[in-house]
């Protein structure tokens, strides 16, 4: 595609479910990133991959976040038992290497009640 | 650690005003700087960007400088439009880093 898809755009779950947000980069970037933006807030790294591998994992807040990215192209953020505290706007990023140009999706916006 | 710290918004202008929105920094190292902007309803732009001391990005009519001696990267415009109504995010990354760090972001109005 021409740019970097995320689906849904909007989420909004009952507090304690399980839910999953995908991510589609830029044809060929094998940089992958996903941040948290809180409202009134910067976006916050979460976690960045190279290929398929997690290179770093270390903004995840805790065990409930999870994220995968099997085949080197789309990623899937997972979220587990989400708590009211989980809603934000979870953004997708992408870049032909790292230290290159970010390209950022326009987010889903996920609501806990 | 890293940190940015933005003028605080919203920044309301009329339009053909002059438009400064302050960002400094705190690094480690020697980071490169970016401002992102997000128009609404859109995703996060990168606007400009500057990768050392000194350098000066620039795009769309915005400037700003690297300056590593007040650790600022201040956003200019001389001339702002109705259409540059935006929020703009200040941010770095380290060199050798897997991450940026953005500050909380300026809401921009220009008004007709």
């Known amino acids: 595609g021409a740019g970097v898809s995320q689906t849904p755009s909007n989420k909004v779950t009952e507090k304690g479910k399980y839910v999953e947000l995908r991510c589609d980069p830029i044809?060929?970037?094998?940089?992958l990133y996903w941040y948290r933006q809180s409202l009134g807030q910067g976006p916050e790294f979460l976690i960045y991959?190279?290929?398929?591998?997690?290179?770093?994992d270390s903004g995840l807040p805790n065990d409930r976040f999870f994220a995968v990215r099997p085949e080197g192209s789309v990623s899937t953020l997972k979220i587990q038992r989400t708590e009211r505290g989980d809603s934000a706007v979870y953004l997708c990023?992408?870049?032909?290497?790292?230290?290159?140009?970010?390209?950022f999706g326009q987010g889903t916006r996920l609501t806990v009640v | 650690g890293n940190s940015v710290t933005q003028m605080e918004g919203p920044v309301t202008l009329s339009e053909e005003a002059f438009l400064t929105i302050n960002c400094t920094y705190t690094?480690?190292?020697?980071?490169?700087l970016f401002w992102y902007v997000q128009y609404p309803g859109e995703g996060l732009q990168l606007l400009l960007k500057?990768?050392?001391?000194?350098d000066k990005g620039s795009n769309k009519g915005f400037e700003a400088t690297y300056r590593k001696e007040t650790t600022s990267f201040h956003l200019e415009k001389g001339s702002v439009q109705v259409s540059d109504s935006a929020v703009y995010f200040c941010?770095?990354?380290?060199?050798?880093?897997?991450?940026?760090?953005f500050g909380t972001g300026t809401r921009l109005t220009v008004i007709p």
């Open positions: 941010a770095l990354i380290e060199g050798g880093a897997n991450n940026l760090f």
């Open positions: 990023a992408s870049s032909p290497a790292r230290d290159t140009e970010a390209f």
């Open positions: 500057a990768t050392k001391a000194d």
């Open positions: 044809s060929g970037h094998t940089a």
């Open positions: 690094a480690t190292g020697y980071p490169s």
């Open positions: 991959f190279q290929g398929t591998g997690a290179a770093d």
